[in-house]
Each structure stands twice: as C-alpha cells, then as structure tokens.
C-alpha cells in the first residue's frame, strides 16, 4: 500500500512562489503515476499535474501551465510541485495521489494524502 505525505503549503503574497512535496512510502514508489490535485472552498477537486511512472512525462491543467512545474525523485521517493507567479485563484488544499497512469479518472487514484493549505493573499 502507498502511503502519500504532502508538506510545503503556506501563506504566500501574489507573485510569490511555494514548493510542494509529496513524500512516499508503504510500496514501491517508481510502479505510481503522481498527480497533485486541490480543492477550493466551495468547488469540487480538480487535477492539476500529474508525473507519469514510465518517463517521467508531466501534464498540467491550462490553469497553472508555465507557472508550475512537477518533478520527481524516485531515489527519494518524493515528488515535487514548483509552484511561482502564484495567484489569489490558487488558493486551495493541494493533495497528492497516486494511481497506475496519469490518465486515470480521479476515481482511479487509491492512494491519496491528507493534503497540505496554500494561501495566496496580501
């Protein structure tokens, strides 16, 4: 079973910058497709990158593509979300989850973390 810490989230001014982390554990690391996920107050989840298990390959929801960036480091069993230019609109629990392929239905992610707060406000 994967286990999925996420840390990293905080309070950030618009424009700034914040790097996510997504610590694995439980099972093999390298057999997941990562996707980091957030929900907003009042709206449903929606996906916003996802970090393939065969290449290395990234997706990014239109939102947040040329301003965040995924990475992973399967030696550390951790995945990375660079997240810069933030924006008011990026306010939202971030969570990471795991599943086979990146093009899984949220559905199909069966390891979820508990989720880490991001805050852009001035």
């Known amino acids: 079973q994967l286990q999925l810490v996420e840390s990293g989230g905080g309070l950030v001014q618009p424009g700034g910058s914040l790097r996510l982390s997504c610590a694995a554990s439980?099972?093999?690391?390298?057999?997941?497709?990562i996707g980091w996920f957030r929900q907003a107050p009042g709206k449903e989840r929606e996906g916003v990158s996802c970090i393939s298990r065969s290449d290395g390959s990234t997706s990014y929801a239109d939102s947040v593509k040329g301003r965040f960036t995924m990475s992973r480091d399967n030696a550390k069993n951790t995945v990375y979300l660079q997240m810069n230019s933030l924006k008011p609109e990026d306010t939202a629990v971030y969570y990471c989850a795991g599943a086979p392929r990146c093009t899984a239905p949220m559905a199909g992610y069966s390891y979820w973390g508990q989720g880490t707060q991001v805050t852009v406000s001035s």
């Open positions: 439980g099972f093999t690391f390298h057999y997941y497709s």
